[in-house]
């Protein structure tokens, strides 16, 4: 994702999700306040895509970012994809420093994670958008809407990319590595 479409993510979650007063200074304007409760209430992608939310995140983005550009993703899946964004951002309430899998690798009470092990590889092994978006949106509200807001729509491209992707990228690049890999690091105190 290119520092455009960042800023237009965060901008827009920053308009759902912000007081009139928080946004003062920052130039935004607040969303219609039946915008957030109407994505949040969707249980499909496809719901997603009808809301007013969706379209106002939809709409502002530069149509090479809509298209994803050279991305593997088909043109006809970018829409699915960006709607997925909209649908699991509205759930995170603070904008965090940490990435979903270190978020979720972190101790909670007591000595164990946040988010268990098996229900962090069952996002990991989600084998269709439906599934990835239940699954998600899930791990987010299980972190009281506490992560990165920029990072996590990243990790759903990539996801997106990788799902529509027919050769395999290296597994280092791969964003179940690279979620496996942070969340151990921060499951051991090392992230």
């Not at 009470?109 to 958008?129: C, H, I, M, W, Y």
Request: net charge positive; glycine share 4%.
């Amino acid at each position: 994702m290119d520092d455009q479409a960042k800023q237009v993510v965060l901008r827009w979650w920053q308009s759902m999700m912000l007081s009139p007063e928080q946004l003062k200074g920052k130039g935004i304007q607040a969303a219609p306040s039946g915008y957030k409760a109407q994505l949040r209430r969707t249980n499909s992608i496809d719901e997603a895509m009808l809301t007013e939310a969706f379209r106002s995140l939809w709409l502002a983005l530069d149509d090479n970012v809509t298209q994803l550009g050279q991305s593997p993703i088909r043109q006809s899946k970018a829409i699915e994809c960006w709607a997925a964004v909209a649908a699991v951002l509205v759930h995170v309430k603070n904008n965090s420093e940490h990435k979903l899998a270190v978020a979720a690798g972190r101790k909670g009470d007591g000595d164990k994670s946040v988010v268990s092990e098996l229900r962090f590889s069952q996002l990991q092994n989600a084998k269709t958008p439906a599934d990835f978006l239940r699954r998600l949106r899930r791990i987010v509200q299980q972190l009281k809407g506490e992560v990165a807001v920029v990072n996590l729509a990243d990790n759903i491209l990539q996801w997106f990319a990788e799902h529509e992707q027919m050769r395999p990228r290296k597994a280092d690049k791969r964003i179940s590595v690279q979620w496996a890999m942070d969340y151990y690091r921060a499951a051991a105190g090392k992230a």
